[in-house]
Structure formats: C-alpha cells, structure tokens
C-alpha cells in the first residue's frame, strides 16, 4: 500500500544585521541577471485594452465582472486622445491635453478601476504631429527637444492619408512630423512634466507604440515608476518587440508581439487584406515564444494580442480560431486581450459565443490560481536566469510553463488531436490523469475545449483560490498539486509584488521537496527564509496528490491526519491547517 508523509521544518527566518546595515541573507543573495526586473505581480493576471470611451470603459468593466472574469489592468487605446474621429488625427496626436469631450472626467473613471483593483493605462508614442497640435509642436521644436523633424505621409493618425501603407504608389501631402528626443535629459524631464497631470489623475502605466527604442523605453517606464498612483515604484509599461540591441531592454518589461493578423497562418491564410498586412498569425505568434532563433523568444516577460489584432475585411473572427488563441496565451508569462476597434467582438469570449464564454472563463481561472506558480519563475528569471518558458529547438510549437507543465497549442482549423513530443520521463496527462512514458512523439485527443497538457511526475505545483484580480487573492492558503512518482522540487518565491524590495534581496522562498523513500512518498516543507513587507505568519498548506492508488495512512510530522478523495476520484486531499511561520515545526 502507498504510505505518504509529510514533513514541516517552517519557522521565520531571523537574520542579524550586519555592518552596513544590511541584512544577511538579502545581501548575500545571488542574482543571475542584474538586467532584468519584475512587473507588478497585477501585471500576471489578466490584462484588457481597448478603444472606448468613459462610459463604453466603464461599461466593458463591468461587463467583464458579470461574466465573472479576472482583470487586472484596461488601457485606452490610441482614441483616448481623439474619440470622435476615430483617432484619425492629426490633431490631438499629442497634445498632451487628450481627448476632454468623451472622457469628460478621467479622475473618476480612473478611481472607478482603483476601487475595483484594476490598474489602468493610456496609448502614446513618441512624437508630435505638427497640424492641429501647433502650441505643443512649436514648444518642443523651439526648445530643441525634438532629434528630427520629417514629413509624415503615413496614415496613421495622420488624416488618413494615402501613403506606401497602403501599396497604391500614391503618396499626399503629409504633417510635419517631431520625433522627441528621449535621449536628451532636458526632453525627458519637460516631457515627463506634460504627461503629469495624467497620472495625478489615478493612471498607472503606458502602452507605448511606434516605437522600442531603449531611450524612449527608459523614460516612459521611469514615468511609470515616478508618477503611478498604483505602481509603488516598481513600474509598468508594453512595448513593441524592438528595442533588444542591448540586455537593457529587459529593465523596461513588459514586451507584446506586435499587430498580429486573426487566422491561423500566412502561408495560406483565410481571410484577406485591402490596406496593411500583420505579418504573423497564430501559427507564426507561437514560434516567437518558442524559437531559440528569434530574439523574442529570450524576451522573460512576453505578450501578445489574445485572438489577434488584425482581422482585415472579416466580420466576426473565426470562434474556433479565437478559442485556441485564448488557450495558448493563457500559458504566455503575460496575458493581455485586445484588438483593433474594427473587431465588434473586442475579442471578449461572450462576443463569440456561449462555447468560448465557458472556455475562457475556465482557463482565466486557471491563470489566476497558478498565481503562486508563475510568480516564483517570473522572480527565478532574475534570481536564476531561469526562462518561464522551456524550449524545445526541434518541435517549436510545444512549449513548457516553468518546467513542470508542458504546453501544446492547437494552431490547425479544425484539429481534433494533436502530435507532440514528450520529453523523456513520465508524464501525466492533465485532463485524464493517464501516465505516459516520455522520450517519443504521440498523438493525443485536442478537443476545441482542450489545449493539450501534461505535467511532469515528480512535480509539486503551487496554486491558490481563485480571485478575479492579483491583489484581491492572497498566498494564505496554498494547494500544493503533487504528481508522484518520481523525486522533485520547488522553490516558491514570494515579495510583496508591488515595491522594489526584491532588488536588494528581500523575498521569501520556501523549497518543497517530494521524494520516495523506502516505499513512502514524502513531502517536505522546508523552513521559509527571508522576509518581505506584509508576510503572513502562519499558512494552511490544502495537498492535493495526484494518484489512484490508496494509502493505507498519510502523516504530518509522524501524527495520522485525515484525508479523502476529489470529486475525480483520482486524487488525494488533505490539509495541514494553520500552520505558525514563527516556530519550528517537526
């Protein structure tokens, strides 16, 4: 018979002071990656953007919470500083003032999401079109704090004029066009005072378009950090996938995959185009996480558009597409919906249909309870230089999540299964609880609810209730997910999300060991070192071990406690209850 026990060895973690002042532990902590640096922990929930006004942002909001899905952040996209032409432009683009008709008092709109937890942001780029923006184009010009100054013939933003975008050889007069010059301190600081009244206003964060360069980057994420009502300092931006000429890029997170087309693939694509063409669809999106060859797979924190941006002259994306999108971006580090103003879905799943409103809802669920999980890779990128996602060079559309989950989106119209590579090692299948033998290709079943998983034996994954936003949920109660069968660990990584604490080392970890020996199967808690503002003293550990098989008893620290069955009839519950940080635990 199977026999589990389960050891503590938790107590805080005390350390002396040292010459400087400094803690022990925190100073003699290593970091692999000095470069990098966390967002928020709001920013690995769910993130939503779009191209509404006051009301229409409000309304959405509350749209999302009746359909009892997370969210974390919304930002307004590029018509929040000129709604009723539908960012047309040129004027408004930017004014620094913004658009004062259709958002006639942002300060609520941005104290309506603060009260709800939910971050909020705005569009902007890099330069100022001269017509309809005179005052604001002259008084950078004459300050000298533009690095050139062009004739803009794009259509973007600028009257819709006809331009090479659209490949009709036909070019009109364009708008005189400044192009800030962030690597000017002066620029900076001037900028960053025009853009204040925003953020005094309650917003959080940038979208920053056109544009990665590492310039504008540094000073619109430093905008972020000195003015955010909601950052604490730590910061928050996204940004095009440019900009990695230098590991300095990694100081500015986060990075989304750019406009990308909604279908399956280029090489033969379902719909067509009358203007500009995304490169990438869902196929081409996936292997810019998961080819080793592409820059943007080493990007840590990684986006992109859930359902894709572009839909050219479709009406409705395809459900089925929109369905295997939101599957695959739910396992991205960083989840964002979004798409252009065109789409009537707005890419939110009730949009498509009951079918994709139940999918989404069940896998932004599932994001929200592997909170613990994905924080501590998004914390061991920097600690370790340990990439959330694990890469397979020769079957680049499979991916892992950390490494104990495996990852294989569905990226063909009407795929009922799906092959994949299994690493060597024992695997269990997420859905049906069968192990599988790695080493070898398989084919598995891939029905539209399901994006195909597996998780490895010997895994302990750490999940938490569900919360509809990150700081509404806490790390109190954990439920550890155990897969026997094999010898593994874990290493969960707690900070206070919010500040910048966690640069000079102040976090906690807790490592959680699983091992067989004689015939037992035993877990071990280790002692949680370090420490962090907000810590909790004491946490009830829920074990949920994932076998068919019976034990004749299960003990915690050598005393028989009480356990039962899920609902699957495939696992194994029970709890430790509170147990004290503040003293040693055998």
């Not at 986060?254 to 009358?274: A, G, H, M, Q, Y």
């Not at 249909?353 to 999918?359: F, G, H, K, V, Y």
């Not at 954990?478 to 969960?492: C, E, S, V, W």
Request: aromatic share 14%; proline share 4%.
């Amino acid at each position: 018979m199977m026999r589990i026990i389960l050891l503590f060895l938790l107590f805080a973690f005390c350390v002396q002071e040292n010459s400087f002042g400094q803690k022990k532990l925190f100073a003699n902590r290593k970091v692999i990656d000095t470069n990098l640096v966390l967002p928020p922990a709001w920013a690995f929930g769910v993130l939503y953007g779009g191209y509404t006004d006051q009301l229409e942002t409000i309304k959405r909001i509350e749209e999302i919470k009746k359909h009892n899905y997370p969210i974390d952040a919304y930002w307004i996209d590029s018509w929040f500083w000129s709604f009723n032409d539908k960012g047309k432009g040129p004027s408004k683009y930017i004014d620094f003032i913004a658009d004062t008709i259709n958002y006639p008092d942002r300060q609520a709109m941005w104290h309506y999401m603060q009260q709800n937890n939910i971050k909020s942001g705005f569009w902007i780029w890099d330069c100022v079109l001269e017509t309809g923006n005179e005052t604001a184009f002259n008084d950078f010009k004459n300050k000298g704090f533009f690095k050139d100054i062009y004739l803009n013939t794009n259509s973007w933003h600028n009257g819709s004029r006809s331009t090479a975008m659209f490949q009709n050889g036909k070019e009109e007069t364009g708008t005189q066009c400044g192009n800030i010059d962030f690597s000017n301190p002066a620029a900076v600081y001037y900028f960053k005072q025009q853009m204040k009244h925003f953020f005094d206003e309650g917003a959080d964060f940038i979208k920053l378009d056109r544009t990665s360069d590492i310039s504008t980057c540094k000073a619109m994420f430093e905008m972020s950090q000195e003015f955010g009502q909601e950052t604490k300092g730590r910061g928050f931006i996204l940004s095009h996938t440019g900009g990695m000429e230098t590991e300095e890029y990694k100081r500015y997170p986060t990075k989304w995959t750019d406009d990308t087309r909604s279908d399956w693939t280029v090489e033969k694509p379902l719909i067509s185009f009358n203007d500009w063409v995304p490169k990438v669809a869902l196929k081409e999106n996936i292997v810019m996480f998961t080819d080793p060859a592409k820059k943007t797979s080493t990007i840590p924190f990684l986006t992109n558009d859930l359902g894709g941006f572009d839909m050219g002259k479709t009406t409705i994306p395809e459900e089925e597409l929109y369905i295997r999108w939101l599957q695959f971006s739910m396992f991205n580090p960083i989840t964002e919906v979004f798409s252009q103003p065109e789409n009537p879905t707005a890419n939110l799943a009730w949009n498509y249909s009951d079918r994709a409103d139940t999918i989404f809802h069940n896998y932004s669920h599932l994001r929200m309870q592997l909170f613990p999980y994905i924080y501590s890779y998004a914390l061991r990128n920097r600690t370790e230089g340990k990439h959330m996602l694990g890469k397979f060079p020769e079957h680049m559309y499979q991916y892992t999540f950390g490494d104990e989950i495996l990852v294989a989106p569905v990226y063909e119209k009407g795929a009922g299964t799906r092959k994949l590579f299994l690493p060597a090692g024992n695997w269990v299948n997420y859905w049906t609880g069968e192990i599988v033998n790695g080493g070898s290709d398989l084919i598995v079943a891939a029905p539209v609810e399901q994006i195909p998983l597996f998780i490895k034996q010997g895994s302990v994954i750490p999940m938490r209730s569900y919360a509809s936003s990150i700081e509404k949920g806490d790390n109190k109660i954990i439920t550890l997910h155990i897969y026997p069968g094999a010898d593994g660990t874990f290493n969960l990584l707690e900070d206070d999300g919010i500040s910048n604490d966690y640069l000079t080392g102040k976090y906690a970890s807790t490592r959680i060991k699983l091992f067989e020996k004689k015939k037992k199967t035993n877990l071990l808690i280790s002692k949680t070192e370090g420490f962090y503002n907000g810590m909790f003293t004491e946490r009830t550990w829920n074990i949920v071990v994932h076998t068919t098989k019976s034990p004749d008893r299960i003990t915690i620290n050598r005393k028989p406690v009480t356990f039962g069955h899920d609902e699957t009839g495939k696992a194994l519950v029970f709890s430790t209850g509170p147990v004290s940080v503040n003293k040693k635990v055998l």
